[in-house]
């Protein structure tokens, strides 16, 4: 099973809201990754959780907040987005970050900022 | 910086047919994986196939094959006997370091009926 879920599908928010975005995944993946992926362009990585610590942050703008509360599960909190902002967020996880690791993606939230 | 070029911005083929994707990176490390993955319309990133750069054998997956040329830096996928479910985005990637995914700026693949 290589299944990565995320909820919302969509997400529509406006300039002064706070909404969080969910990724779960129950393949005992200790690594988890938020990625960003404007219209026609690809994937770009924002941040990554190993053991549930933030090991790589892409110098995101803080009105990104990740959360990591367990190896199964991982936040986006949005708040005082921007409409450039909006976005197809993609989830993935691998099983750990030795190298080498297969990343495994979610379906991914699409974003509207109003 | 690692980096991937995907010079084919789209390619449209008959069904059943086979077609190649090409994709070069740059790189000066030795040890690397590389990666193909397809997003069909509903966007869900699909692995493809993967390659260990320690490996001399090209990776197969059914009808999908790559052609590693290690020296010349090219990753090319090879779609065998193609189907209309193959018509998706095609991306290549490059894990640099363990964690960062580059992907290159991928290739629209349409396979007509």
């Known amino acids: 099973d290589t299944e990565v879920t995320q909820t919302p599908k969509h997400l529509v928010m406006g300039m002064t809201n706070k909404k969080s975005l969910k990724c779960e995944q129950h393949?005992?993946?200790?690594?988890m990754y938020w990625y960003k992926q404007k219209a026609k362009k690809p994937p770009e990585l924002m941040f990554v959780?190993?053991?549930?610590?933030?090991?790589i942050n892409e110098s995101v703008p803080s009105r990104f907040s990740p959360e990591c509360p367990n190896s199964s599960l991982l936040n986006l909190h949005l708040h005082a987005l921007q409409p450039e902002d909006s976005a197809l967020y993609l989830c993935?996880?691998?099983?750990?970050?030795?190298?080498?690791?297969?990343?495994?993606f979610g379906p991914g939230t699409r974003l509207l900022v109003l | 910086a690692q980096t991937v070029t995907q010079s084919q911005p789209e390619m449209s083929v008959q069904e059943a047919e086979t077609v190649t994707l090409s994709c070069t990176y740059d790189t000066s490390e030795n040890n690397y994986y590389l990666f193909w993955y397809k997003q069909p319309p509903s966007r869900q990133m699909i692995l493809v196939i993967r390659q260990e750069a320690y490996k001399q054998q090209n990776a197969t997956e059914n009808r999908f094959s790559v052609n590693f040329q290690k020296a010349a830096k090219s990753f090319s996928l090879k779609i065998s006997d193609s189907q209309l479910g193959d018509t998706a985005m095609y991306f290549c990637?490059?894990?640099?370091?363990?964690?960062?995914?580059?992907f290159g700026q991928g290739t629209r693949l349409t396979i007509n009926p």
């Open positions: 993935a996880s691998s099983h750990g970050t030795s190298g080498g690791e297969t990343q495994y």
């Open positions: 990637a490059f894990l640099q370091g363990a964690q960062k995914l580059v």
């Open positions: 393949m005992g993946h200790r690594a």
């Open positions: 959780y190993s053991y549930e610590k933030l090991s």
